[in-house]
């Protein structure tokens, strides 16, 4: 008896000791089941097309109307006549039709105050500035770029010249195994035989003194530029310039 009783105590502690061994690994699996987390569960929180804008300063209030929606916008001149105060049109509306009427310009011909104005007349007799937005065009600014070291390049003849030029190229997201397609629309970009010149023109009244500073906002903007053109083009970036309008400074990323 006193071997059977030590027998059924022993196969009790064998039975206690095995339920503990299988609650033990239940609790492992459950808890590896609970902490389990998706491999790309960041590449679900990245929108899967994005603009440069977006991408680098959305926050920005001088930053352009994002082109990748043209077919959301109204068109300038509407814009421009719901835009303005008591004091003129908004400063963006502006900046919008400035970069309208450089990529307007004729190239073939050389780039002079009388045909800088004639442009922007143009323009508002087309209907596609308003008056008080093509009055407040500043045309020596434009001209200024033009007169430039880096406007010299645009005008020679030797090279090739886009502006407004739009893309749609794949950026690889950084730890993600994923592509986000980006779209964005470069203002000026000339192809020369040492290589891309890419071209920003901002309308940010700053001082002389802020404009590095000011451009520091941008950087990041014009490497995307740089990128997306060489990449798209097959040709290296010689060199990205930011060109402030005023105080008709450039500044190169």
């Known amino acids: 008896r ?12 064998d039975g206690a000791s095995g339920s503990a061994g299988a ?14 987390r998706y491999a790309f ?5 990245e929108p899967a097309k994005q603009s440069v804008t977006a991408l680098t300063h959305r926050d920005d209030e001088f930053a352009r109307v994002d082109y990748s929606r043209a077919l959301d916008r109204r068109p300038l001149a509407l814009a421009g006549s719901g835009a303005g105060t008591s004091s003129g049109p908004a400063s963006r509306v502006i900046g919008t039709a400035v970069h309208l009427v450089i990529s307007s310009l004729d190239l073939s011909r050389p780039v002079t105050r009388d045909a800088v104005e004639r442009t922007r007349e143009s323009l508002i007799a087309q209907g596609a500035v308003i ?5 407040a065009i500043d045309v ?4 200024s770029f033009f007169e430039s070291e880096v406007g010299s390049v645009v005008l020679d003849k030797a090279n090739t010249v886009w502006r407004e030029w739009p893309f749609t190229w794949g950026l690889a997201v950084s730890g993600v195994e994923e592509m986000v397609v980006v779209q964005g629309m470069i203002d000026m970009l000339v192809r020369t035989p ?3 010149l890419v071209i920003d023109f901002k309308t940010d009244r700053v001082s002389d003194a802020d404009v590095d500073k000011r451009a ?3 950087r990041g903007q014009l490497e995307l530029y740089g990128q997306a053109a060489s990449a798209i083009l097959k ?16 500044i190169g990323v």
């Open 235 to 250: 040709v290296p970036v010689r060199a990205k310039w930011l060109y402030f309008l005023v105080p008709s400074q450039a």
């Open 216 to 218: 520091d906002a941008y």
């Open 194 to 196: 040492e290589g891309l």
């Open 2 to 13: 006193l071997r059977d009783r030590k027998k059924e105590a022993s196969g009790k502690a």
């Open 41 to 45: 569960d960041r590449a679900v929180r």
């Open 23 to 36: 609650g033990e690994r239940l609790l492992a699996q459950l808890t590896d089941r609970l902490g389990w």
């Open 131 to 135: 008056p008080a937005v093509g009055a």
């Open 140 to 143: 020596e600014a434009i001209l």
